[in-house]
């Protein structure tokens, strides 16, 4: 049952069977328990270790080098063959760790319920662990503890709950015990109390009626677990590109081997033949460079304070188009704070983020004098009032209420000290807040005169209030329609806002409520509101230059997140919010709609913040999603990346997530996106620069066996080339620094692939390119009178150089070679040095004639060789040029 917030408190205890009293007796609590079982969350079983690294190794990038690798074994050649298979085996344990990871999630989600807790057993009250207590159970709430389990309040005196982490509300709320209407939105049940929520004022008595599995927190534990495990836009992409390229080899290896043979070639020599084509073809060190890529990146993250979990999300960044972000200690500091006062007639701002007492009071861009009005507004303040500030390692924490926390914070910016302040005036009595009341009173002995401080809702205190103090001091008659606009202009701003008054208590008078509903003198207003990040802000405009859309998904009220919008720029000054009960009668047609349209969702519970997600990615979006709390851990699963922050946000969020924010800052996420498009485009860069490679190797050798010559390269010589470049060629790629301009592109379109038509030609074009000054040295080579050693040599000399000449040419892949400054990657003339050596030993080194059938050359063929590789590089920049000039016409050239 889920309606218990609808029913009397004397209907819940009926229905549990429990004396509202005395609660359950021992024998009632044991049958019950092995009943409903202990009060935890089930760490739900993934798939076994064993199905877990088959599904690694099945992966077709995987697959590819385990042909690769057996066909190494064919040829024997046991180095190369253990080389490859040592490569496969490092990306399954990597991707079978990283998935056993992903099921802490649950194992956290479960430890956060667990704690000790008061309850009520015969008529006495016991301390038990949180996993010994069973439905109908009394539970005794006070300030400081972690609510066990879900339960019906039956008692509450100003209980008030931060909920934040499960239902997005950043400021505490009132609890009371009045039955709700069975459509009250989760975040609006006042006499519930949530499983892992944090009790900071007052005291409760609740009845349990949901533990472990059935608690809110344990449907969002279903939730997690139900959210399948998405791959990456990339890694969808490169497995068809990987399908692609297998069936093109096979089939030419096939057509290759059949022509052969019909030629009337030995069988055995043509099989040979069809090896060495697939050998040339499949791009070996494919797998291997996406994953050091992909690394690569993650280290430069880690720099920036972004921890990557699953490392392909590392180009999901890149490829984002949608951020729906929580709103409470993501865009915002959590932190409640003071931005505007109104006391005497007059508005005052305040300065200063969090709760460190930097800033001040301001009137008219001046620092304010701290008089009058305002000073005795501030003093109630910080009088009537239950937190405390607390200075730990330079940092600020609370105690108590965030609300009152922020007047304290107030106060101290205005000069005024509350440890010194209650010191002086110490407490005599108090009312606590009282949530039907919607106030708080405390009696403090003030220069000889008791003094009644009081705080509460503007509507509850205003018909109380007969006069008012002016700037100076003095007391004026009530101005009831200048408070009323200050109030209601503040609100509008989405600010919460507190009214301020005193009174003096007459003698032979007691503070209670009686004497409290007239005499009392208004001091002023206070508008506070969590404030936005002050980076994030600029983080949001970032997003929206680069085509990346920021969606706003809180469960926080919609005037409040409406005006942090408006303030972060996520919308304009007329915006719109939709609720989540509004979401909940949307069919999906409508609701995909509402989500392209809409870019502010208030109110919203867990499971819709799910349902957007899933609406967002149905619309073919690429989403990232991030969050902090409990209530957010199901859509950070389900998002194509999940951003949790490290600092503020629960175990559950973190595990969840796929990268996490040490520092809490959603402008990490502006810097994230920036790398991850970079990396992308690396990723890319070794594409265009790999295949030609392997296209090249493999339309010699079907040339050969169309046209019955021997064999230029041979399969040993294939797998020199491709092992040595890939390493210190191709990967050399993965650390060119971002091109200029890459947050002025659009977001990639998912159904973009990873290869557009101009790549695609550019590939072929050099890819025919090696064909011909390959093939056709070999075959000057041996018309001239070279040993069929020296021809190889030569053919395998011309797809090395022309790949150094090359990898230059894929620095950028619009631009032209030097755009980004000759030396700004070192790796790249490392990397190519080093392969010239290794070819000079290749070529010279006896040792390396005997293994690899190579063989002395001559100078002028390496001038001829490099003047063809000169000659091809010249030519992909002049195409590059061509293709820019072709697209002035057309707009803009993206940088």
């Known amino acids: ?127 038990l662990n949180a996993a010994e207590i069973v439905p109908g159970d009394l539970v005794v709430l006070a300030s400081g503890d972690k609510v066990p389990a879900d339960l019906r309040l039956l008692a509450s005196k100003a209980l008030r709950i931060i909920e934040a982490t499960l239902t997005g509300e950043s400021a505490a709320v009132s609890k009371s015990t009045a039955v709700q209407q069975i459509d009250t939105p989760l975040a609006e049940r006042q006499n519930m109390a949530f499983a892992g929520t944090l009790v900071v004022g007052g005291q ?160 008219v861009g001046q620092p304010a004098t701290i008089s009058g009005a305002l000073r005795e507004a501030l003093l109630t303040g910080v009088l009537c009032n239950d937190a405390r500030l607390l200075r730990e390692n330079q940092n600020w924490t609370v105690t108590g209420d965030p609300t009152e926390a922020a007047l304290l914070v107030a106060a101290r910016k205005g000069g005024l000290d509350d440890t010194t302040l209650n010191t002086i005036f110490p407490r005599l009595d108090e009312l606590p807040f009282d949530p039907d009341r919607q106030y708080m009173a405390t009696l403090h002995e003030i220069e000889g005169i008791q003094v009644i401080c009081v705080k509460g809702a503007v509507e509850k205190l205003l018909p109380a209030c007969t006069s008012m103090l002016d700037s100076q001091g003095h007391e004026l008659p009530l101005a009831l329609e200048s408070i009323q606009a200050a109030a209601s202009r503040m609100a509008d701003d989405g600010l919460r806002v507190l009214a301020l008054a005193r009174s003096e208590l007459r003698p032979n008078q007691q503070l209670e409520h009686a004497n409290m509903g007239s005499g009392l003198v208004f001091l002023g207003l206070v508008g506070m509101l969590d404030p936005p990040r002050p980076r994030a802000i600029a983080a949001v405009r ?75 990615q149905a619309n073919g979006e690429v989403v990232a999603m991030t969050g902090d709390g409990v209530n957010d851990a199901p859509a950070l699963k389900q998002a194509d990346i999940g951003i949790a922050m490290g600092l503020g946000g629960t175990e559950v969020a973190k595990e969840a997530a796929a990268m996490v924010l040490t520092n809490d800052n959603f402008a ?32 010699v050798i079907f040339t050969a066996i169309c046209t019955g010559t021997t064999l230029p390269i041979t399969p040993l010589q294939i797998l020199w080339i491709n092992m040595t470049t890939a390493i210190l060629l191709g990967l050399m790629l993965a650390f060119e620094p971002v091109e200029r301009g890459i947050m002025q592109r659009p977001p990639r379109l998912p159904t973009t692939p990873v290869l557009d038509r101009e790549l695609i030609h ?76 290794l070819q000079l030993a290749f070529t010279y080194l006896p040792i390396f004639n005997q293994v690899f059938q190579t063989a002395p050359i001559e100078i002028l063929d390496w001038v001829s060789i490099c003047t063809y590789s000169a000659c091809c590089a010249l030519i992909v920049e002049l195409e590059k040029h061509w293709r820019l000039v072709q697209r002035k016409p057309k707009g803009a050239v993206h940088l």
């Open 762 to 837: 550019r590939i072929l074009m050099v890819g025919f390119m090696l064909l011909i000054g390959a093939f056709g040295m070999f075959e000057l080579a041996l018309y001239w009178g070279h040993s069929l050693p020296v021809a190889r040599t030569i053919a395998c000399n011309v797809f090395v150089m022309v790949e150094i000449f090359y990898l230059f040419n894929c620095r950028s892949l619009t631009q032209p070679c030097w755009v980004n400054g000759w030396f700004t990657n070192q790796w790249i003339w490392i990397g190519s040095g080093t392969m010239l050596l």
């Open 542 to 616: 970032t997003c929206h230059a680069a085509g990346i859309r920021v969606k706003m998904i809180t469960g926080d009220h919609p005037g409040t997140a409406r005006a942090i919008a408006r303030q972060l720029g996520i919308i304009g000054h007329n915006g719109q919010a939709l609720t989540g009960s509004e979401l909940a009668r949307l069919d999906e047609l409508s609701l995909h709609k509402a989500v392209t349209a809409v870019d502010v969702f208030a109110r919203v519970e867990p499971e819709q913040k799910l349902r957007l997600v899933r609406a967002l």
């Open 1 to 127: 049952m889920s309606d218990w917030h609808a029913l009397q408190a004397t209907q819940v205890t009926e229905l549990l069977k429990v004396d509202p009293d005395k609660g359950l007796d021992d024998h009632d609590a044991s049958e019950r328990l092995r009943t409903h079982g202990p009060n935890r969350l089930n760490c739900r079983s993934g798939r076994s270790p064993l199905l877990r690294f088959a599904t690694q190794i099945l992966q077709p990038m995987i697959l590819v080098l385990i042909t690769a690798g057996t066909v190494t074994v064919v040829l024997g050649e046991w180095l190369e063959a253990s080389v490859i298979f040592g490569v496969v085996l490092i990306n399954a344990l990597a991707g079978f760790i990283q998935e056993g990871k992903a099921e802490a999630a649950l194992m956290a989600l479960a430890e956060s319920v667990a704690t000790e807790t008061t309850v009520v057993r015969d008529g006495t009250h016991r301390k």
């Open 204 to 363: 409760g008595i609740g009845v349990v009626t949901a533990i472990g599995e059935s608690t809110e927190t344990g449907r969002m534990s279903r939730l997690i677990a139900q959210a399948p495990e998405l791959t990456t836009p990339l890694m969808r992409k490169m497995n068809l590109l990987i399908k692609h390229l297998l069936l093109v080899i096979l089939v030419l290896a096939a057509l290759s081997f059949a022509i052969g043979v019909l030629r009337g070639e030995a069988t055995f020599d043509m099989f040979m033949a069809a090896v060495a084509l697939a050998v040339g073809a499949i791009p070996e060190g494919l797998p291997a460079a996406m994953t050091i890529t992909l690394a690569i990146g993650v280290a430069r993250l880690a720099k920036h304070q972004a921890i990557i979990r699953k490392l392909p999300a590392v180009e999901t960044l890149g490829s984002t188009t949608v951020i729906c972000s929580d709103k409470t200690g993501t865009l915002t500091e959590n932190a409640m704070t003071v931005r505007e006062i109104w006391a005497g007639m007059t508005s005052f701002s305040v300065s200063g983020q969090g709760y460190g007492p930097s800033g001040c009071i301001v009137n």
């Open 668 to 699: 990490t996420i502006e810097t994230a996106i920036k790398a991850g498009r970079g990396i992308y485009d690396n990723l890319i860069k070794f594409l265009v620069w790999t295949i030609p490679t392997n296209a090249g190797e493999g339309l």
